[in-house]
Each structure stands twice: as C-alpha cells, then as structure tokens.
C-alpha cells in the first residue's frame, strides 16, 4: 500500500513560481513512474509530467514544456514538480500519481493518487 500527499500549492500571479511535493509512504517508492496530472474546473483531467524510476529520463505535455520540471528523490520518497512562468491556464487541482507502463495493455497504469493541492494563478 502507498499514499501520496501533495504540498505546495497556493495563489499566485502569472510569472512567478511553485514547487509541489507529493510524498510517498511505503517502501518501494523507487519502484515506480511517479506522474503529476492537473485537473480544472470543468475540464478533463490533463497530464502533465512523468520521471522515470531512475530520475534520468522525463516526459511533459506540450503545454508545459520549458516551464515546469519533475525530479525526485528517492531516498526522500519525494517528487517534485518545479512549475516556472506560470500563466492562468495553469490554474487547477494538482494530483501526483504512482505508477508504470504495461506493456501487455500497451497503456499506462496508476495505482495511486494523492488527493491534490490547488493551484491558481491571476492574471
């Protein structure tokens, strides 16, 4: 079992800058893809990040490229999601997600979420 707690979310204006955590509980944190999705107010909920187990390789949606950074620390069983530049759009409830890729399902898989920290940005 392992649950994810996000922090660091908070108000404000287009610009400046966040850092979110999401700690994991449990042993085998090393073990999996850990991701950062985002989701607003009447919108579907958006990917946003994912770091791979050995922190050396990341991928990010189009929309954040340049801006945000996902790392982790692993002896910390900690991720992060360095959010530079932010604009308005980034405004939403912010979620971290454990898991991997199957290959049998030839899709991604998340056992577990976190229960998300709000992020809004003014204009």
């Known amino acids: 079992q392992v649950q994810l707690v996000e922090s660091g979310g908070g108000l404000v204006q287009a610009g400046d800058s966040l850092r979110l955590s999401c700690v994991a509980s449990?042993?085998?944190?090393?073990?999996?893809?850990m991701n950062w999705f985002r989701q607003a107010p009447g919108k579907e909920r958006e990917f946003v990040a994912r770091?791979?187990?050995?922190?050396?390789?990341?991928e990010y949606a189009d929309s954040v490229k340049g801006r945000f950074t996902i790392s982790r620390d692993n002896a910390k069983n900690t991720a992060y999601l360095q959010m530079n530049s932010l604009k308005p759009e980034d405004t939403a409830v912010y979620y971290c997600?454990?898991?991997?890729?199957?290959?049998?399902?030839?899709?991604?898989?998340?056992?577990?979420w976190g229960q998300g920290t709000q992020v809004t940005v003014s204009s």
């Open positions: 997600a454990a898991g991997g890729y199957s290959s049998s399902r030839s899709r991604w898989e998340y056992d577990y």
């Open positions: 449990g042993r085998t944190f090393g073990n999996y893809v």
């Open positions: 770091i791979f187990r050995s922190g050396t390789s990341t």
